[in-house]
């Protein structure tokens, strides 16, 4: 059975920084992509980074080029987004997801992803 934990989310004020965590399990964690999306209430998921672990560059989306950073470490098949600068506009929930085609990051669907988290509230205010 695959399972995506996520851990790290919570309340910070703009300009804070969060360190997300994905646990893998039951995948072989260096075939897949893995990475996030965020979700705001009624709006569709949106890519925000993904890496492979085999190595790479990884991919972020223009709205946090810059503020972010993904890594991983495979020994513990866990995946960390690094977010600083953190802006109210970042509020959402942020699910870690999986798959094999790392490009449905950049291209999409969304709903194509394989495999995902319960998802971590991010939440940013003035």
Same mark, same amino acid.
């Given at each position: 059975?695959?399972?995506?934990?996520?851990?790290?989310?919570?309340?910070?004020?703009?300009?804070?920084?969060?360190?997300?965590?994905?646990?893998?399990?039951?995948?072989?964690?260096?075939? $897949?992509?893995?990475?996030?999306?965020?979700?705001?209430?009624?709006?569709?998921?949106?890519?925000? *980074? @993904? &890496?492979? /672990?085999? +190595?790479?560059?990884?991919?972020?989306?223009?709205?946090?080029?810059?503020?972010?950073?993904?890594?991983?470490?495979?020994?513990?098949?866990?995946?960390?987004?690094?977010?600083?600068?953190?802006?109210?506009?970042?509020?959402?929930? $942020?699910?870690?997801?999986?798959?094999?085609?790392?490009?449905?990051?950049?291209?999409?669907?969304? *709903? @194509? &992803?394989? /495999?995902? +988290?319960?998802?971590?509230?991010?939440?940013?205010?003035?």
């Amino acid at each position: 059975q695959v399972r995506l934990l996520e851990s790290g989310g919570g309340s910070v004020q703009a300009g804070g920084s969060l360190r997300l965590s994905c646990a893998a399990s039951g995948i072989t964690f260096r075939s $897949y992509c893995i990475g996030w999306f965020r979700q705001l209430l009624g709006k569709e998921r949106e890519a925000v *980074a @993904a &890496i492979h /672990f085999d +190595g790479g560059h990884p991919y972020y989306a223009d709205s946090v080029k810059g503020r972010a950073a993904i890594s991983q470490d495979n020994a513990k098949s866990t995946a960390y987004l690094q977010m600083d600068g953190l802006k109210p506009e970042d509020t959402a929930m $942020y699910y870690c997801a999986a798959d094999y085609d790392c490009t449905l990051w950049v291209d999409g669907p969304a *709903a @194509a &992803i394989r /495999f995902w +988290g319960q998802g971590t509230q991010v939440t940013v205010s003035t």
